[in-house]
């Protein structure tokens, strides 16, 4: 994209906060931070597969990704893992390169299970024994402490429609949407079809019956998953808007949010191929894209966090899916990763067997989200403990040595 094309988007770009006051002047370089949300919940056992865990195969008998070297295997990433097989072109030569890496056993303390309350609850990073804020994010609180000090003219933005929760506050913020939902509506063709062949017979009743009742049920199911992606863009064409993000935050923004939506796979979510496999292809494609159009100079100094509010039962359940859970897995992308982070998988682990699970349904929380990026903000801006406290009171910080 041409400079003129990105004066138009900026032009474009509409400011949230601060009265509608006009941004600060945008800081030469510095560190650069991009969350990316996958609300719904995705299904992170088969992102990160743990193939050395029987009671996982055990498990899933419809929806597992098959061991490494099996066909629609997992890519081998060390004894214990493998990554699903959509990501091999995407996601696993950047883990190759050293500028991937996974958090197992991550999320946060938060049990409602509910999509909203959750999400909810991460954007604003607040401590969950103390009355919520709802004016007061975390990006939003961090770019407040950044601005004061460690980054002079820190520039946020979010790639919605809306301002999210987690940019809301005090420091200037801006939003800008840079792609619309696609969303497929329920295909009648072939019941319309069946239809047609009982017209005047005495089944045509009870056929008709068959197919309403049906289809009231496809749409209770369709709203609640959508429903819980809360408008967020789908994961298809989630490149090109990836590629624009990167342009906007290479040349002036310093701190960025994106959603995805598409992830609350309780119907069909599919194994090496299908529904889970085609969102993950297509987000890998988009991050990949990302680091490509950030350039090797920018990308040396991102760090890209793909989060979500929680994870999905390890069992699959009756409709060959997977329902709300808790534990889940974070991925940390970038160019400047440490040795001890980029090509690992990171944080505190345990074996995954049924022993191990949460309440015998789902992934423990192992390391917990605001102390995660507590510990990723001390090395990212050099924070110290009582502006870390700013963003996350109350926060012990977990260093992962990620950056």
């Not at 939003?140 to 601005?147: E, M």
């Not at 696609?182 to 047609?196: L, N, P």
């Not at 005495?202 to 289809?215: H, T, Y």
């Not at 680091?291 to 060959?320: H, K, L, P, Y």
Request: aromatic letters at 8%; proline letters at 4%; charged letters at 20%.
């Amino acid at each position: 994209m041409q400079r003129r094309e990105l004066l138009k988007l900026m032009a474009a770009v509409p400011l949230a906060g601060a009265a509608g006051q006009l941004m600060a002047a945008p800081g030469a370089e510095g560190a650069k931070l991009l969350v990316v949300f996958l609300r719904g919940a995705y299904d992170c056992c088969n992102l990160l597969v743990p193939t050395a865990s029987d009671f996982y195969y055990a498990s899933r008998p419809n929806i597992a990704i098959a061991r490494p070297g099996m066909p629609g295997g997992a890519l081998p990433l060390d004894g214990n893992w493998g990554l699903h097989p959509a990501l091999a072109q995407s996601v696993m030569p950047m883990f190759q390169q050293k500028q991937a890496a996974f958090i197992a056993f991550a999320g946060t303390d938060d049990l409602t299970r509910s999509h909203f309350e959750t999400q909810d609850s991460i954007e604003l990073g607040q401590a969950l024994d103390k009355r919520r804020d709802y004016r007061s994010g975390f990006l939003n609180r961090l770019a407040g402490v950044l601005g004061a000090g460690p980054v002079a003219g820190v520039s946020p933005i979010a790639f919605t429609e809306q301002l999210p929760l987690s940019l809301r506050g005090g420091a200037r913020a801006a939003n800008m949407a840079l792609a619309g939902n696609a969303r497929a509506g329920i295909d009648a063709r072939q019941s319309q079809v069946i239809a047609a062949m009982y017209r005047n017979t005495p089944l045509a009743g009870p056929v008709a019956e068959g197919f309403e009742l049906r289809d009231e049920v496809a749409r209770a199911v369709q709203a609640e998953m959508d429903a819980a992606s809360r408008n967020a863009m789908t994961a298809k064409g989630f490149e090109l808007v990836a590629r624009r993000m990167a342009l906007l935050m290479r040349e002036r923004f310093d701190l960025g949010f994106v959603d995805v939506g598409g992830w609350d796979t309780h119907v069909g979510q599919g194994g090496a191929i299908g529904y889970l496999a085609n969102r993950f292809e297509e987000l890998g494609r988009g991050v990949a894209g990302f680091a490509q159009e950030m350039g090797d100079d920018a990308w040396r100094q991102t760090v890209v966090v793909v989060i979500s509010e929680f994870g999905r039962t390890f069992r699959e359940n009756g409709n060959r899916g997977t329902d709300h859970g808790h534990g889940t897995v974070y991925w940390v992308l970038g160019g400047g990763l440490s040795a001890q982070a980029g090509g690992r998988i990171v944080g505190e682990q345990q074996d995954v067997a049924q022993a191990t699970l949460f309440q015998n349904r789902d992934y423990p929380v192992l390391n917990e989200y605001r102390a995660v990026f507590g510990g990723l903000f001390r090395r990212m801006y050099g924070l110290s403990p009582a502006q870390l406290a700013r963003v996350f009171d109350g926060v012990t910080p977990k260093d992962l040595q990620l950056v």
